[in-house]
C-alpha cells in the first residue's frame, strides 16, 4: 500500500519533516540504486559505507524523499523533501512494516537466536506450530518459505523491506504463523525493528563472528537484543532461555515473561522444562521430560545430543506460546531431518558419512561428541574455516579437531578474499600445536572435493566420517566468485560411483 509521508514521519524518533507530507509513499530503500518514484530513500551509515554520500544519486533516480540523520551537516540536494532522525538505521523496517499493514500482528510470532541451534530449532517450530496451529511461515539461513514458494536464503534474517514483504506474502498466503532465525548482526542493524514478537528463544552462547562484534560480551548484547521486541501490542511476549548454558546465566531478562528449559539430564538449574533422561541412537532420540512436575516423553528421529537441545527448545517455545505439552510431543515426532544438519548418508561398506554445518569450535565439537556417542567405529573429519572472518576460531576448530577426531583432512571451506592454502596452513599450525592429540594424523586438502573423496575412500566399516562447515549450501565462495559446491551432493556421487549406481 501507499501511505503519505506525514503518517510515517511519527514512526521515527524525533522525525522532524521538511517539505509535503501528503507526498505518498509506496516503497523504501536504503540502496541509492533501488530509488525511484514513490520509493523512500534511508541514508544509513553503514560498515562498508555512509548512505548520506548517496543523497544526490537518490534524488537523482527518482526518490520521493529522503530520511537523513539529524546529525547530517553536509549538502542535501536542492528542493529534496527531507525527515530528519535521531537514528536511520531502524528506518527501512519501520516504514516497511507500516507500508504492508503490520502483518506481524496477524502471526503468531516465534523467533530463535544463539550461536549454534537456531536453523534446526527453526525447523522444529515451523513443523509444529504448522501441525497445531495452521500453515507456518519459515525465514532462516536455508531458506524462506512465504506458505506457497520456497526459496535459498540469501542472508539469514533479510533487511526490513524483504523482512515485512516476506511477512505480508505469508498471511495472503493464508500462513497463522511464522517462525524465524534472527542473527546478531540482523538484531544489531534493526532489520527487523518494530517487529511483535510473541516467543524469543535464546539457544546458547559461543564463541562466533567476533569480526563483527568487539568482544563476546558485545556478542552476548547483541543477542540480547531479541528482547526489545517481546513487548507486543497485543499481550507481553516470553522468552524463553538455556538455563543449562553457563554464558546466559548472567542475562538480565528485566520484567519479561521468562521460560526456562534445560537440556542437559542432571543439572541442577532452575526450569520449568527439563530433560531428565535421554536415549541417544543412529536410528533417532529419546527424551523423558518434567514440565513443571508433569512427565512427558517424545521420540525423534533426530540425533546427537545438541539436538537434544534443539527438540528441548521448540518444546520450550510451544508450551510458551499455550499449546498443550503432549500435542507438541506428538508434532516434534514428525519433524524429518533437517537439511545440512547432521545430515546421514549411508556408504556401501557399512561406515556413514554426516554433513553438518558446524562452523565454531562449539559446534564442530558437539557434533563430534554427538557421532562418537552413536558410533563405535573411527571418527574422520573434513573441515576447514572461512576466509574474511573470525580468524581467531581457526586454532580453537583445530584444537577441537585434534582432540576429537581419529584422523583429519583440513582444506577450503569458503575462502573468500584469502588465499586457501594459507588458511588450511594456519589451521594446521593450530592442530599440530595441541599435544595431546588423540588423532593418528592429519593432511592438507586444500580441494575440498578431492578431500571429502579422500576421506569417504579411508573410512572403513562402523567409520562416521563427519564433513563440516557449509552444511545445506551448495556454493562456494573464492574470491568474487560464487562455484558451485555441495557436500552432500559429493557425497551422493562418491557413493553411486562406488556402487554402480545412477547419481541422485
Same mark, same amino acid.
Request: net charge negative; glycine share 10%; charged share 20%.
Given at each position: 500500500?501507499?501511505?503519505?509521508?506525514?503518517?510515517?514521519?511519527?514512526?521515527?524518533?524525533?522525525?522532524?519533516?521538511?517539505?509535503?507530507?501528503?507526498?505518498?509513499?509506496?516503497?523504501?530503500?536504503?540502496?541509492?540504486?533501488?530509488?525511484?518514484?514513490?520509493?523512500?530513500?534511508?541514508?544509513?551509515?553503514?560498515?562498508?559505507?555512509?548512505?548520506?554520500?548517496?543523497?544526490?544519486?537518490?534524488?537523482?533516480?527518482?526518490?520521493?524523499?529522503?530520511?537523513?540523520?539529524?546529525?547530517?551537516?553536509?549538502?542535501?540536494?536542492?528542493?529534496?523533501?527531507?525527515?530528519?532522525?535521531?537514528?536511520?538505521?531502524?528506518?527501512?523496517?519501520?516504514?516497511?512494516?507500516?507500508?504492508?499493514?503490520?502483518?506481524?500482528?496477524?502471526?503468531?510470532?516465534?523467533?530463535?537466536?544463539?550461536?549454534?541451534?537456531?536453523?534446526?530449532?527453526?525447523?522444529?517450530?515451523?513443523?509444529?506450530?504448522?501441525?497445531?496451529?495452521?500453515?507456518?511461515?519459515? =525465514?532462516?539461513? +536455508?531458506?524462506?518459505?512465504?506458505?506457497?514458494?520456497?526459496?535459498?536464503?540469501?542472508?539469514?534474517?533479510?533487511?526490513?523491506?524483504?523482512?515485512?514483504?516476506?511477512?505480508?506474502?505469508? !498471511?495472503?498466503?493464508?500462513?497463522?504463523?511464522?517462525?524465524?532465525?534472527?542473527?546478531?548482526?540482523?538484531?544489531?542493524?534493526?532489520?527487523?525493528?518494530? /517487529?511483535?514478537?510473541?516467543?524469543?528463544?535464546?539457544?546458547?552462547?559461543?564463541? $562466533?563472528? /567476533?569480526?563483527?562484534?568487539? *568482544?563476546?560480551?558485545?556478542? /552476548?548484547?547483541?543477542?540480547?537484543?531479541?528482547?526489545?521486541?517481546?513487548?507486543?501490542?497485543?499481550?507481553?511476549?516470553?522468552?524463553?532461555?538455556?538455563?543449562?548454558?553457563?554464558?546466559?546465566?548472567?542475562?538480565?531478562?528485566? $520484567?519479561?515473561?521468562?521460560?526456562?528449559?534445560?537440556?542437559?539430564?542432571?543439572?541442577?538449574?532452575?526450569? $520449568?522444562?527439563?530433560?531428565?533422561?535421554?536415549?541417544?541412537? #543412529? !536410528?533417532?532420540?529419546?527424551?523423558? #521430560?518434567?514440565?513443571?512436575?508433569?512427565?512427558?516423553?517424545?521420540?525423534?528421529? #533426530?540425533?546427537?545430543?545438541?539436538?537434544?537441545?534443539?527438540?528441548?527448545?521448540?518444546?520450550?517455545?510451544?508450551?510458551?506460546?499455550? =499449546?498443550?505439552?503432549?500435542?507438541?510431543?506428538?508434532?516434534?515426532?514428525?519433524?524429518?531431518?533437517?537439511?545440512?544438519?547432521?545430515?546421514?548418508?549411508?556408504?556401501?561398506?557399512?561406515?556413514?558419512?554426516?554433513?553438518?554445518?558446524?562452523? !565454531?569450535?562449539?559446534?564442530?565439537?558437539?557434533?563430534?561428541?554427538?557421532? $562418537?556417542?552413536?558410533?563405535?567405529?573411527?571418527?574422520?573429519?573434513?573441515?576447514?574455516?572461512?576466509?574474511?572472518?573470525?580468524?581467531?576460531?581457526?586454532?580453537?576448530?583445530?584444537?577441537?579437531?585434534?582432540?576429537?577426531?581419529?584422523?583429519?583432512? +583440513? !582444506?577450503? *571451506?569458503?575462502?573468500?578474499?584469502?588465499?586457501?592454502?594459507?588458511?588450511?596452513?594456519?589451521?594446521?599450525?593450530?592442530?599440530?600445536?595441541?599435544?595431546?592429540?588423540?588423532?593418528?594424523?592429519?593432511?592438507?586438502?586444500?580441494?575440498?572435493?578431492?578431500?571429502?573423496?579422500?576421506?569417504?575412500?579411508?573410512?572403513?566399516?562402523?567409520?562416521?566420517?563427519? +564433513?563440516?562447515?557449509?552444511?545445506?549450501?551448495?556454493?562456494?565462495?573464492?574470491?568474487?566468485?560464487? #562455484?558451485?559446491?555441495? *557436500?552432500?551432493?559429493?557425497?551422493?556421487?562418491?557413493?553411486?560411483?562406488?556402487?554402480?549406481?545412477?547419481?541422485?
Amino acid at each position: 500500500m501507499a501511505l503519505p509521508l506525514g503518517q510515517l514521519v511519527p514512526l521515527l524518533t524525533g522525525g522532524v519533516l521538511t517539505g509535503d507530507p501528503s507526498l505518498l509513499v509506496a516503497g523504501v530503500t536504503s540502496d541509492s540504486r533501488a530509488a525511484g518514484p514513490g520509493v523512500l530513500f534511508v541514508a544509513v551509515r553503514g560498515t562498508a559505507a555512509d548512505g548520506h554520500e548517496y543523497l544526490a544519486a537518490a534524488v537523482a533516480a527518482g526518490a520521493a524523499a529522503l530520511v537523513i540523520e539529524s546529525s547530517f551537516t553536509g549538502e542535501v540536494p536542492r528542493g529534496a523533501t527531507v525527515v530528519r532522525c535521531a537514528e536511520t538505521r531502524p528506518v527501512p523496517a519501520l516504514v516497511a512494516r507500516a507500508l504492508h499493514g503490520e502483518p506481524d500482528r496477524q502471526l503468531w510470532t516465534a523467533a530463535v537466536t544463539g550461536t549454534n541451534g537456531k536453523t534446526t530449532t527453526a525447523f522444529l517450530l515451523q513443523s509444529m506450530l504448522g501441525r497445531l496451529h495452521g500453515p507456518c511461515g519459515l =525465514l532462516g539461513t +536455508i531458506r524462506y518459505d512465504d506458505g506457497r514458494t520456497r526459496e535459498p536464503a540469501p542472508l539469514t534474517t533479510p533487511a526490513g523491506p524483504v523482512f515485512y514483504g516476506y511477512l505480508d506474502r505469508m !498471511t495472503a498466503n493464508g500462513c497463522r504463523s511464522v517462525a524465524m532465525e534472527l542473527s546478531s548482526h540482523a538484531l544489531v542493524q534493526q532489520r527487523t525493528a518494530g /517487529l511483535e514478537l510473541d516467543v524469543a528463544v535464546m539457544t546458547n552462547l559461543g564463541r $562466533d563472528h /567476533l569480526d563483527y562484534h568487539a *568482544d563476546l560480551a558485545d556478542y /552476548l548484547a547483541a543477542k540480547a537484543g531479541i528482547m526489545d521486541y517481546l513487548q507486543t501490542g497485543r499481550q507481553p511476549g516470553t522468552l524463553v532461555l538455556n538455563a543449562g548454558d553457563e554464558a546466559l546465566n548472567g542475562l538480565a531478562t528485566g $520484567d519479561h515473561q521468562v521460560l526456562r528449559f534445560c537440556a542437559r539430564p542432571g543439572l541442577e538449574v532452575e526450569a $520449568d522444562l527439563k530433560v531428565a533422561e535421554a536415549e541417544l541412537a #543412529l !536410528t533417532g532420540t529419546r527424551l523423558q #521430560l518434567l514440565w513443571r512436575g508433569a512427565e512427558l516423553s517424545l521420540a525423534s528421529p #533426530l540425533v546427537g545430543r545438541f539436538n537434544v537441545e534443539n527438540l528441548t527448545a521448540a518444546l520450550a517455545a510451544g508450551l510458551a506460546l499455550g =499449546l498443550a505439552p503432549d500435542d507438541c510431543t506428538d508434532a516434534l515426532t514428525k519433524v524429518a531431518q533437517v537439511p545440512g544438519r547432521l545430515e546421514r548418508f549411508a556408504l556401501p561398506n557399512g561406515a556413514i558419512a554426516v554433513v553438518d554445518y558446524a562452523h !565454531t569450535h562449539d559446534a564442530l565439537a558437539a557434533v563430534l561428541t554427538a557421532c $562418537d556417542e552413536l558410533g563405535s567405529g573411527r571418527l574422520l573429519l573434513v573441515f576447514g574455516c572461512g576466509g574474511d572472518r573470525d580468524r581467531g576460531k581457526r586454532p580453537l576448530m583445530a584444537g577441537v579437531a585434534a582432540l576429537q577426531s581419529d584422523r583429519v583432512w +583440513i !582444506t577450503s *571451506d569458503n575462502p573468500r578474499g584469502e588465499d586457501p592454502a594459507a588458511i588450511c596452513a594456519e589451521i594446521a599450525d593450530g592442530y599440530e600445536a595441541v599435544t595431546a592429540a588423540r588423532a593418528a594424523g592429519h593432511e592438507v586438502v586444500v580441494d575440498r572435493a578431492a578431500a571429502i573423496a579422500a576421506a569417504l575412500t579411508a573410512a572403513r566399516p562402523g567409520d562416521i566420517v563427519v +564433513i563440516a562447515g557449509k552444511g545445506h549450501e551448495d556454493y562456494q565462495l573464492v574470491g568474487d566468485q560464487v #562455484l558451485p559446491l555441495d *557436500d552432500r551432493q559429493l557425497v551422493r556421487d562418491w557413493v553411486a560411483a562406488q556402487t554402480g549406481a545412477e547419481p541422485t
